[in-house]
């Protein structure tokens, strides 16, 4: 199966703790990104990267990082929660052949920090 | 920088009526367009995008949208609504320089039987 997968699907945490969340695609994809999505179903992207290199960074917390092993995997790590982080993490991918290619979301990973 | 605007953030419309979800995008170029639809507890899923060519864009489970450049809207219908269209839909544009989309707030549909 070609898809985005994502785990967890869900996670509670305390203030403080470090969580991490990963993320998979198995498309084929050069281009990986990590979006916020909060209470309200804003969304906003956070990070991005094409072939393991970082090419978007918007203006995040310094708490928040990605890691990327390879092209297929972006994993996203939270360094001492506070309890905005509190949202769902959408990862997606797509080809690096432009801007008009579409963008396959995986499932999400819903936070809860309490 | 480029941006989106739903203005509706609701929309209530009853199963069989149509339907059309208003996006607004500001950018001086040509942009791409994009809609998603996110029902509960899912991903986004794309019904449709734009390129610049035929202005009206057929997508996926009957949807359809109409780009405007003078009116700078990309316009999502639907001739019949089904009860499996309650989810929330989102309009994006992506710029050719850029390496990410901007979404808009999202139109929330709400389907009464």
């Known amino acids: 199966e070609t898809a985005v997968f994502q785990t967890p699907n869900y996670h509670v945490t305390q203030v403080g703790n470090e969580v991490s969340f990963n993320c998979k695609q198995t498309?084929?994809?050069?281009?990986m990104y990590w979006y916020k999505q909060d209470s309200k179903k804003l969304l906003k992207i956070m990070f991005s990267?094409?072939?393991?290199?970082?090419?978007v960074n918007e203006t995040v917390p310094r708490r928040f990082s990605p890691q990327s092993s390879d092209k297929a995997h972006l994993n996203l790590r939270i360094k001492s929660v506070e309890p905005e982080d509190s949202a769902v993490y959408l990862c997606?991918?797509?080809?690096?052949?432009?801007?008009?290619?579409?963008?396959?979301f995986g499932p999400g990973t819903r936070l809860l920090v309490l | 920088a480029q941006s989106v605007t739903q203005p509706d953030a609701r929309v209530t419309v009853s199963e069989g009526a149509s339907l059309q979800l208003r996006c607004k995008y500001s950018?001086?170029?040509?942009?791409?367009l994009f809609w998603y639809v996110q029902y509960p507890r899912q991903g986004l899923q794309l019904l449709l995008k734009?390129?610049?060519?035929?202005?009206v864009v057929q997508g996926v489970n009957g949807f359809e949208a109409e780009f405007s450049k003078s009116n700078s809207s990309f316009h999502l219908r639907k001739a019949s609504v089904h009860w499996s269209d309650w989810a929330v839909y989102f309009c994006?544009?992506?710029?050719?320089?850029?390496?990410?989309?901007?979404f808009g707030i999202g139109t929330r549909v709400l389907v009464r039987p």
């Open positions: 950018y001086f170029g040509t942009p791409y």
């Open positions: 997606a991918s797509r080809d690096w052949g432009g801007a008009q290619d579409t963008q396959y």
């Open positions: 498309l084929g994809h050069d281009t």
């Open positions: 734009y390129y610049p060519g035929d202005p």
């Open positions: 994006a544009v992506s710029i050719v320089a850029g390496n990410k989309l901007t």
């Open positions: 990267y094409n072939n393991k290199q970082l090419i």
